[in-house]
């Protein structure tokens, strides 16, 4: 982003689109591309030996 000195307002409109898109990058990744592995999800946990 191209700071600008004299303009505090636009500056700040230009960072807020900036989060947008690299967020919008990573929200519109195949969803096989976010999946997790069975063991990151399928965890429980077990009282007797204190574990997970």
Same mark, same amino acid.
């Given at each position: ?28 990744? !195949? ?7 069975? *063991?990151?999800?399928?965890a *429980? *946990?077990? !009282? !007797?030996t204190? !574990?997970?």
């Open positions: 982003v191209a700071i600008e000195p004299e303009n505090f307002f636009k500056n700040v409109i230009k960072r807020f689109r900036q989060i947008r898109k690299l967020q919008g990058l990573i929200l519109r990744t !195949s969803i096989n591309d976010r999946w997790r592995h069975p *063991y990151a999800i399928n *429980y *946990y077990e !009282s !007797s204190n !574990s997970i």
